[in-house]
Each structure stands twice: as structure tokens, then as C-alpha cells.
């Protein structure tokens, strides 16, 4: 029972993702959104092409069309992978870590054609990330984002083996002791 304990203490946590299904309508991402600070992002529910969201109806977008947006994810993680949609004005992704950009995604063509899927980017110790996108016509594009699919560093340390170890010897010494003490 306490190596049952003992092995149930170290796990892993599941993938997070985030869908924004749960939002309706449009309007702006609340700033505290799912646990994580949205800075820059709008939502809505409607079709448009290409803007299309990789599962339900609703994506979130850059608004205004500026670099300045962020998601702060107040915690380190992978960032597994994102859907991004729109026309290719050069959108990359940029993964932080204490404000320091660590990783940068390949940027889409910037020739205004539609493009739609799944980023796969496996970014780990990451904090924040934010997209980047070329100027067009003197404003940044603006592109859609869905299904962002994160899982938060764990702070269990996986076991070597020896807990299991220390356990047999600790409950064999115990069992010598309580003969000892019986005779």
C-alpha cells in the first residue's frame, strides 16, 4: 500500500488544450482567459475565410493589428503546438522565457496567399509567447490562432529507482526489529 503511495506521487501532468469554444459572440479575451495573461487578442464565432478555427467556431486574433500581443502562460511549459490561419504576411511564433525570446517557428510565406494548420513546436522552459507579423500596406496582418496545446513543466522529480529500494529495507529492517522486540 505505501509503494503504491510512493509510485503514485510521481506523475506526469496531462496536455492542456486551449479550443476558446467556450467563448461566444466576439470580443475581447479576457486578460486572466483560462489562467494564462492575454494581451493583444480579440475573438469571435463567425466564419471567415481563411481565418478558419481548426475545431468549433471560435480563434482568437491579434487586434489591433499590432506585435505588441502576448500570452503569458504565469507558469514554464512546453508549448506542444498551435493552429494558425490567414493570409501569409511572414506571421512567426516567438517563445520567451523570462522575457528572453528562446525559440522562433518558421515564418509563413509573406505572399498574402491563404495558409491554414498546426504548428508542432515542442518548445520546453517557455514562459510567454507572442506571433510576429511583416508590415503589409503599413499594418501588421492579423492571422488566427485555436487549439493551443501546452503541458505545464511538472515539479515531481521522476523517481531513480531507489525509493522503492529504501522502502524494501526500511519495511525488512521494521519486520527484524518487531521480531526482536516479540522474543
Known sequence: MVALVFMTAVQSRAATIIDFDDLTGSGAVPTDYKGLTWTGWA???SPQDPYFASSGA???????????NLIEF?????????????YGAGQYVIGYSGGVAIFTSTPQ??????FGGFLSLNWAGIDAISIYAETVSGIQDHYILDDITFTARSTSV?????????LGASLGLMGLVSRRLRA
Request: no cysteine.
Open 43 to 45: 475573438y469571435y464565432d
Open 58 to 68: 471560435t480563434r482568437v486574433y491579434n487586434e489591433p493589428r499590432t506585435n505588441a
Open 109 to 114: 510565406a509573406n505572399d498574402f496567399n491563404p
Open 74 to 86: 504565469n507558469q514554464t511549459v512546453t508549448l506542444e503546438s498551435l493552429w494558425m490561419a490567414g
Open 158 to 166: 521522476p523517481d531513480s529507482g531507489l525509493t522503492l529500494v529504501w
